[in-house]
């Protein structure tokens, strides 16, 4: 098991742990939960939470010709490449591999916190989030999750809100 695999006692990845504190968002480390089955998808953490899936930040890494950028997506929808790309002026958005998913933040597909990565980079979040009152991210591993207020999250994300999920979805 690697250091981005391990947890502290609330279930969080113990990196993403210090980011809380570097924060100031100790507050948020004893509201982790962690479940014994994996919230690797969107899917899986609504039903472990009993939340909506929307409810839900997914964390994705994307390539814009060839550097990474983060976009903040709710659970119940699917991120349009096309204005992802247009958003940032790139010429090719892609969606990132898994190794360059681990070593722009740190942690595996499935368990990216929507901030205290290992890498800065461009965060995009999509508007969707700010429909809740509390969504739920992943806390640096598949089996932790913590809940934030979405603007806040936002925030501590450093991201630019935008509208880059795909229509119908």
Same mark, same amino acid.
């Given at each position: 098991m690697t250091t981005a695999d391990a +947890? =502290?006692?609330?279930?969080?990845? %113990?990196?993403?742990?210090?980011? *809380?504190?570097?924060?100031? *968002? $100790? $507050? *948020?480390?004893?509201? +982790?939960?962690?479940? %014994? $089955?994996?919230?690797?998808?969107?899917?899986?953490?609504?039903?472990a939470i009993g939340c909506e899936l929307s409810e839900i930040c997914k964390s994705l890494i994307?390539?814009? =010709?060839?550097? %990474?950028? *983060? !976009?903040?997506? =709710?659970?119940?929808?699917?991120?349009? !490449?096309?204005r992802v790309r247009e958003e940032l002026g790139a010429e090719k958005v892609t969606r990132a591999k898994?190794?360059? !998913?681990?070593? +722009? +933040?740190?942690?595996?597909?499935?368990? !990216?916190? %929507?901030?205290?990565?290992r890498t800065r980079t461009r965060v995009l979040a999509d508007r969707s989030l700010?429909?809740? $009152?509390?969504?739920?991210?992943?806390?640096?591993?598949p089996h932790a999750v913590f809940p934030m207020e979405p603007k806040e999250l936002v925030t501590r994300a450093g991201a630019t809100l935008v509208d880059v999920r795909e229509l119908g979805s």
């Open positions: +947890t =502290d006692s609330s279930g969080a990845n %113990p990196r993403f742990a210090a980011a *809380l504190s570097e924060l100031g *968002l $100790d $507050d *948020l480390h004893t509201r +982790t939960r962690r479940f %014994p $089955d994996a919230t690797r998808t969107a899917a899986e953490a609504a039903a994307f390539a814009a =010709d060839g550097v %990474p950028v *983060l !976009v903040l997506m =709710d659970g119940a929808s699917r991120v349009d !490449v096309e898994a190794d360059v !998913v681990r070593e +722009t +933040t740190g942690y595996a597909i499935g368990g !990216v916190p %929507p901030f205290g990565h700010l429909e809740h $009152d509390v969504v739920w991210a992943a806390a640096g591993n």
